[in-house]
């Protein structure tokens, strides 16, 4: 492809986002294809020879759309949003033309220090401790999704608890991890990865709020070191997956301190809150965690793939993850007066993502941001008080975020039909979690395109599906 052939489908390609973007309200919003469909609309070998943009744009047309799930549409209301904005796309469009691999400081140095910077505009934005900072012994780092920032986590973890001995010599078993019934998979998941073993994690208690008890949590540790293991990694959640209930992470925090325990949070949702003063208390406690992390690709704007990762000892992190071949050394690293990303994460490459936060942040702007989360969480309020109106459904938790958390009164099977119902409608998607053992509808509002006539037209499609 030329650079003028670039230009021509390239304009004729950003065309083509503007009107999906404009029209994404036209589209069934859950994808109604058939497993295999889209599949078996595709040539079964790869074309001989280039073919023309034209045809390939068609194919998106014929093809990839319907086998798409409009996550960008106003009455997408599942799982969590993950938002794609205008900024967001340009600033990943020029990270692609770049081309950019960042994974050391000297392989394009604004690559690294324009993520430092943005991060640390983030600590300013979150109202989050001072010491996550890059300019402290802490930092952050750009991490593609919370998994991968838990995971880092937990092995930053497992090297404290063992002298930074377990990455040479294995961890020799015996360590164990703790998070609330309620964290999310991906913390098993990390904790299965680094070693500790599925069985070493120790699922903690709720309350009622469904928040993780601190004193279960002590209890849980003090069994463990009786029984002569090690302590080493705790998961604290600022929202939950499932009903964004908030740990009380000062008093988890506390605990962790008197047994030296790493505290990672998982505010992979809720976290953008607070973005507003009025949603600080979120943060209580965040200053005696060991790391922290929060998803601007869910609430934040910017689009997939985008996790704030930030540590409180960068020592920590590097001790656990560096690795020095001859071919990475250079003048620069050896300099000790640059951050190396690389050994902030698990893969030695990495995309230039600061690029796409720092667009959104500055056309946004401070203000831009709050005013979307708060729309959301006024959304969400108003959506609640029109289940809460009527006699045949209950809102079944808190709701201080985006998420409401609902369900018929007529039990899991009315449930699950309305359900069904309305997603194959395509008018609306929502998803479900359990609550009380109770299947229980969650409505998630994330959309920049959400309105109140959405959340309106949400709820009378929902009322509809009772067939009452
Ligand atoms: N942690 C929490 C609390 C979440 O809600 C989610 C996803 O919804 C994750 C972690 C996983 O996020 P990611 O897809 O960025 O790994």
Redesign the pocket.
């Known amino acids: 492809m030329t650079p003028d052939e670039f230009r021509k489908t390239g304009h004729e390609l950003i065309e083509w986002v503007a009107a999906y973007m404009e029209g994404v309200d036209r589209f069934p919003v859950l994808s109604q294809v058939a497993p295999g469909e889209t599949r078996a609309k595709l040539p079964a070998s790869p074309p001989q020879h280039g073919e023309q943009f034209e045809e390939i744009i068609g194919d998106l047309d014929r093809i990839i759309l319907p086998g798409i799930t409009h996550w960008q549409s106003p009455r997408f209301f599942g ?2 949003p993950a938002n794609a904005s205008g900024p967001a796309i340009l600033g990943d469009l020029i990270s692609s033309g770049l081309g950019v691999q960042g994974m050391l400081w000297a392989t394009s140095p604004a690559c690294t220090e324009l993520e430092a910077h943005v991060l640390d505009w983030m600590v300013e934005m979150l109202g989050l401790p001072a010491g996550f900072r890059s300019d402290t012994t802490g930092g952050g780092v750009i ?8 995971l880092v986590a937990a092995l930053a973890a497992r090297e404290r608890a063992t002298g930074f001995e377990s990455n040479r010599i294995g961890t020799g078993g015996g360590l164990t991890a703790y998070a609330s019934t309620q ?5 098993e998941k990390a904790v299965r990865m680094a070693g500790y073993g599925a069985e070493r994690l120790r699922t903690i208690e709720v309350d009622d709020s469904l928040a993780m008890r601190p004193d279960r949590l002590e209890e849980a540790i003090e069994e463990d070191r009786a029984a002569g293991l090690k302590p080493a990694f705790v998961t604290a ?5 499932s009903t964004t209930a908030v740990d009380p992470v000062s008093a988890i925090a506390e605990v962790c301190r008197r047994y030296g325990i790493w505290l990672h949070v ?5 976290g953008i809150a607070a973005l507003l003063r009025e949603m600080r208390w979120i943060n209580a406690g965040l200053d005696l965690a060991d790391s922290y ?1 929060t ?1 601007p ?2 609430w934040m704007l910017t689009n ?2 985008c ?1 704030a990762f930030y540590v409180a000892d960068r020592a920590h992190l590097i001790e656990t993850l560096t690795v020095m071949p001859e071919y990475l050394r250079n003048t620069a690293s050896e300099s000790g007066a640059v951050i190396d990303y690389r050994d902030w994460q698990i893969p030695l490459g990495r995309r230039f993502r600061a690029l796409k936060l720092w667009f959104v942040i500055r056309s946004y702007g401070l203000a831009g941001l709050r005013a979307h989360v708060r729309n959301h969480i006024a959304l969400a309020d108003h959506f609640a008080s029109l289940v809460e109106a009527s006699s045949d459904f209950e809102v079944v938790t808190d709701h201080p975020f985006g998420l409401v958390c609902f369900r018929h009164r007529g039990g899991d099977e009315v449930n699950q039909r309305i359900m069904d119902t309305v997603n194959r409608s395509g008018e609306i998607y929502v998803t479900h979690t359990r609550v009380d053992d109770r299947l229980t509808l969650r409505l998630a509002i994330g959309s920049p395109r959400t309105e109140s006539d959405d959340i309106e037209e949400a709820w009378r499609v929902i009322k509809a599906a009772t067939g009452g």
């Open positions: 799982f969590f991490q593609d999704s919370a998994s991968s920032a838990s964290a999310h998979s991906s913390i959640t600022v929202g939950t997956t998982d505010a992979a949702y809720a992390c998803n690709h869910k997939f793939d996790t």
